[in-house]
């Protein structure tokens, strides 16, 4: 989120928009999406001439239109640097358009778009039946004739994608054994090819690419730029790296149960019936991981030691304070959503709940939630703030002091910033 | 062309099942592959790491009274002991464990064949064993050590790669599933004007999944789906990227891994959009796979979201009467069980209630509900391709008889609310010339529904 420390953390409440004057004008009107900073509200609407097109809200201005419109518009985002994005077609050239100036290459489709955090558009692109993967405007000079799973790399300069290296048909089956897929990097594949690639995932520095990979049938390896560990498992999960040091962990599947390894040997011994979606602390020094430490139970475990909350259902969206000494998580249990922090979940319960917030500091978590048809805000476990009809995620001030509520109630879309 | 013209004929016939040679090439090719060691190193790895008290516990227990006969269609279809359910244990699972895993590459043939293409894992024989044993269980430990053996036929293990590689079974791109549910959406858009099929939606009521030949064969269904969410004003929404196909031929071949991999996909992709359910189409082994295999392979006892078959949907519709008809479908119809929502989920009344609420004039099937026959094409065995095709509608005479019973009984149109069921029963249809026509639930929702107005 760019020029995040200069956004407007002292005017409590501003009302960006009536959205009845949309309702009047357009026969159609998608998802509302809202910007960042939570000054701007947009979606793709239907023009008078029946074409899709963008419109665009600011406080105290009019609904505006992009001077653009096409046969199709979709998968509007507002980008990192609140640049607002959208893949757009005009006579079956596809083409992808922010801030309604479209890019010079077109394609006959693309589709995933990504961002790094500084806003560097990527997308997967087809043209004539080939594959390709295009960043900022530039294609890579490869093109490939199955492409899946692209990812942008933090700095934004590099993409990658799953890749079909050497060109297999359908029913091929001994020649796809042999392994016929590879990971290509800006267009250049690695020297190897494998039966199967996935969740390619770059290193924080962007210079390496893990993968998880299968050999055989029964063959899975984690592979480090086109090397493999040196021991096989029956199933691994996603790669991650390290945030501090050139090292990777993955869950890996031996006897039947799950298992935390780092860089090809078992790093947690401790059993589990699942283990997945391990990540970092800011520094490094700490792994934290959903798990299943019995049949049907979840719950997470920080440096192997599971929390001794147990919850039915699922949990995700697992996250570090910024300082790492606090682990928060979503769960469900019994039907219902809830947060978890640190072991202990909080009493009020959710229809349905959004990706938690640390604020900078790490002393407050916050979510957006869902009860009874209507979207409100959590704080540590304390409902704030009035209900919404529609609410985007909220943001913390640099300070720790406001929050940022962007929200709809009614067709009023209101930015207001809420001090804690 | 068709043989018969009637039950009598079909009784008559003096025909035997021949056992004829099948060439499968992934089943001949992947035994080139093989040594004794090899066969005997896999089969102990199976059975030592992989099975347990069940296994041994319907072994053990079996006492050979063949009351498991009469449950198989296979049997009552081609009447020989070596297709009834303890005869396939026989060519199968009770030599290994005679063996302790010696056995032949020829052994290892015939087994992978029994246990693709002779057994649908329909389960229906478990209700006719004095002790309940799950023969389809023991067929599905067979399969397993012949995927870890990679003696496979090559049509399932192709689809089984499909979904490795692309995960979804048809080898659809990424760009070809958004572009078709794009140009479905055109299409609803003449029926209802700015109709959408909204995509990466989040926060919707309802996630609609389907299984891969949709988008590839039979993109109309989506078209309907579309038409039916938008009639009953759902908030609803489709995923863009890997995750919307439900099936698993995976879990068919043995091949758990991949199976693990792709519900973890699918649930994901339902979870991340914030969806608070998933609805999927019709099909039924997919159901399986994501209401009860797969998400148990993954540590879940149920799935982590709720999971709502086209059955329960539409049954809800109607009673919630969120949808409403223009009139009801006037042609006769009958009804056909699939295995895994009525026997593995008993979806039997509430598809009856569908019925009532959409059809003039309902003609059963007999046996019925819990008790019905297979198509013979589920369990993965249509998808073992053209090798198999004979012998599968072969087996499938015992569905034609019922067939052909319902017809004379005036039925004209056969609902069958699952894909394997509708590529199974068209087979039958063709080969026995019953002359029915076949429909999914949506098919007929889609041609009687009162659409808003515009």
Known sequence: ?420 | MSEYKSVKEIEKDPKKNESKKIEDQGILKGLEQLTPEKIEIVINQVINDETGARLKVYVDTCVHCGMCSKGCHFFLSLNDPKFSPAGKVKQTLWEILRKKGKVSTEFIKDAATVAYTQCNLCKRCAMYCPFGLDVAYVMSVMRRICHKLGVVPLYIQDTAHSHSATMNQMWVKDDEWIDTLMWQEEEAQEAIENLRIPLDKEGADIFYSVIGPEPKFRAQLIFQAAVIMNAAHENWTMPSMPGWDNSDMCMFTGDYEMMERLKRRHFESALNLRAKRIVMGECGHAFRSVYDVGNRALAWKMPPIEVVHAIEYYNELFEQKKIKIKKKFDRPVTLHDPCNISRGRGLHEMARNIVKATCAEFIEMTPNREHNYCCSAGGGVINCGPPFKNARVESGKAKAKQLFAAKAKGAEVVIAPCHNCHGGLEDIIHHYGVDMELKFFGDIIYEILELPEL
């Open chain 1, 1 to 420: 989120m760019s020029n995040y420390d200069k956004w407007d953390w002292d005017t409590s409440k501003k009302k960006v928009a009536d959205l009845s004057a949309w309702k009047e004008k357009f026969p159609y009107i998608e998802e509302l999406r809202v910007s960042h900073d939570g000054e701007k509200i947009a979606a793709i609407v239907k023009n008078e001439d029946m074409e899709f097109t963008v419109c665009i809200q600011s406080e105290g201005n009019d609904p505006e239109t992009w001077e653009n419109s096409y046969d199709k518009a979709w998968n509007l985002q507002f980008t990192p640097d609140d640049r607002l994005a959208a893949l757009v077609s005009d006579a079956g050239e596809w083409k992808v358009s922010t801030d309604d100036e479209t890019w010079e290459n077109g394609y006959d489709f693309i589709w995933n778009m990504k961002f790094n955090s500084n806003g560097n558009i990527a997308v997967s692109a087809q043209k004539e039946l080939l594959y390709s993967v295009v960043n900022n405007d530039t294609p890579w000079e490869n093109e490939f004739s199955r492409l899946t799973d692209m990812v942008i790399s933090p700095d934004g300069e590099k993409t990658a994608a799953v890749v079909e290296s050497v060109p297999v048909l359908e029913s091929e089956i001994f020649k796809f054994r042999q392994g016929c897929y590879s990971i290509a990097v800006n267009g250049e594949t690695w020297d190897k090819n494998f039966m199967n690639i996935w969740n390619p995932c770059f290193s924080d520095d962007s210079n390496h690419i893990a993968v998880s990979v299968r050999t055989s049938y029964y063959d899975y390896y984690i592979a480090i730029d086109g090397e493999t560990w040196d021991k096989s498992f029956s199933s691994v999960w996603e790669p991650r790296f390290s945030p501090s040091i050139y090292s990777v962990t993955a869950p890996v599947k031996r006897g039947g149960k799950w298992y935390l390894a780092k860089d090809g040997e078992i790093f947690w011994d401790r059993p589990y019936f699942q283990l997945w979606q391990q990540f970092y602390s800011p520094d490094g020094t700490k792994i934290a991981a959903i798990v299943a430490p019995e049949f049907g139970k979840w719950t997470m475990a920080l440096d192997n030691n599971p929390w001794e909350i147990r919850f039915s259902e699922y949990l995700s969206d697992p996250l570090f304070s910024p300082d790492g000494n606090g682990v928060a998580c979503l769960f469900k249990d019994k039907g219902k959503w809830g947060v978890a922090v640190d072991g202990k979940a909080w009493d009020c319960l959710f229809d349905m709940v959004w990706q938690p917030v640390f604020s900078n500091n790490g002393s407050h978590l916050a979510v957006k939630f869902k009860k009874d048809g209507f979207y409100h805000i959590a704080l540590n476990g304390n409902i704030i703030d009035e209900k919404y009809d529609d609410l985007a995620n909220p943001i913390f001030s640099p300070d720790n002091s406001s929050i940022l509520v962007r929200g709809l109630q009614g067709s009023s879309y209101n930015r207001k910033v809420i001090k804690i």
